[in-house]
């Protein structure tokens, strides 16, 4: 599987995820993930969560995503308030783009 980012756009996502996420695992699907996307198709984000994220993270991402200079929409989907069936289409094709940091990771970062 092959993901479907510039090294620069990657950079840009990756940065809001770890200030916005940073304890939450968060996987690639979709179109960018297969290797099918067009220049502007959307990037599908599942954010792995065993609670909802609240209303304040998601608008922090959003905004965050809205305001970035990435050329393309990009979906989050929070995983505890997704339905199962949809579950097992993320779970048999994705790519974990961001690993969940542990405390003592991010007591760690300077």
Partial sequence: MTL??????????????RTHVPRHEVWVF???MKG???PYSDLDLAIITQQPLS???L?????AFSSSDLP???????????QERFRRIIEAQHIVLHKACTDSEMNHDV
Avoid: F, M, N, Y
């Fill in 36 to 38: 099918t996307s067009k």
């Fill in 72 to 82: 393309w929409k990009v979906d989050i989907v929070d995983w505890a308030t997704t």
């Fill in 59 to 63: 608008a922090e991402l959003t905004d």
């Fill in 4 to 17: 479907d980012l510039t090294p620069e756009q990657k950079s840009i996502v990756l940065d809001i995820l």
């Fill in 55 to 57: 209303l304040d993270i």
């Fill in 30 to 32: 979709g179109s960018r």
